[in-house]
T-cell receptor, first 112, second 112 residues
Framework: GQQLNQSPQSMFIQEGEDVSMNCTSS?????WLWYKQDPGEGPVLLIA?????ELTSNGRLTAQFGITRKDSFLNISASIPSDVGIYFC????????????FGKGTKLSVKP | DGGITQSPKYLFRKEGQNVTLSCEQN?????MYWYRQDPGQGLRLIYY???????QKGDIAEGYSVSREKKESFPLTVTSAQKNPTAFYLC???????????FGEGSRLTVL
């Protein structure tokens, strides 16, 4: 079945550093979504990508929809302590927008 | 305020007991979802519903049941047939056919 592979699994960085994480799939996706989950909370949507090659920003966050449609990248610039959390990529399972498949997440820790 | 509410936030139950988790939304969304999250894992879809009185199994539906009698409500019952029910359960809703999910704060179920 479809799987999303996220890397790295975890990151420990210093405040102010830039962060880059990615998500790959063996099959094509027509939508990529990035969510962030704070400890003990539900995930929150950060960025949604709908077109191959699309580059979208949300404040210090930038995400790209890979040209091959099999990958996506999320970058965070000038990290701050509140960036701590788990970042998930997601895409529609079997092409159905209503049925998302999630990666296992990248856990980000930021040292002040 | 518009949002999605899950209750209870924490629940302890003895093995063999059925448990029902509540999920209510006032966002006027047609679609609602239940996900399960285990430590170090991504979110796995249990059930989803795109219209009242209709729902579909997700990837891990065995041992769970749902109902959708009202647009606003999508309760999940964890039955005694679920072999490993201890987990963090997340409810979400969305506009139909979009992957832009709004999540509740989650319910943590511990089976003793």
């Amino acid at each position: 079945g479809q799987q999303l592979n996220q890397s790295p699994q975890s990151m420990f960085i210093q405040e102010g550093e830039d962060v880059s994480m990615n998500c790959t799939s063996s099959s094509i996706f027509n939508t990529w979504l990035w969510y962030k989950q704070d400890p003990g909370e539900g995930p929150v949507l950060l960025i949604a990508l709908y077109k191959a090659g699309e580059l979208t920003s949300n404040g210090r966050l930038t995400a790209q929809f890979g040209i091959t449609r099999k990958d996506s990248f999320l970058n965070i610039s000038a990290s701050i302590p509140s960036d701590v959390g788990i970042y998930f990529c997601a895409g529609p399972h079997g092409g159905s927008q209503g049925n998302l498949i999630f990666g296992k997440g990248t856990k980000l820790s930021v040292k002040p | 305020d518009g949002g999605i509410t899950q209750s209870p936030k924490y629940l302890f139950r003895k093995e063999g007991q059925n448990v029902t988790l509540s999920c209510e939304q006032n966002l006027n969304h047609d679609a609602m979802y239940w996900y399960r999250q285990d430590p170090g894992q991504g979110l796995r879809l249990i059930y989803y519903s795109q219209i009242v009185n209709d729902f579909q199994k997700g990837d891990i539906a065995e041992g769970y049941s749902v109902s959708r009698e009202k647009k606003e409500s999508f309760p999940l019952t964890v039955t005694s047939a679920q072999k490993n029910p201890t987990a963090f359960y997340l409810c979400a809703s969305s506009v139909l056919n979009t992957g832009e999910l709004f999540f509740g704060e989650g319910s943590r179920l511990t089976v003793l």
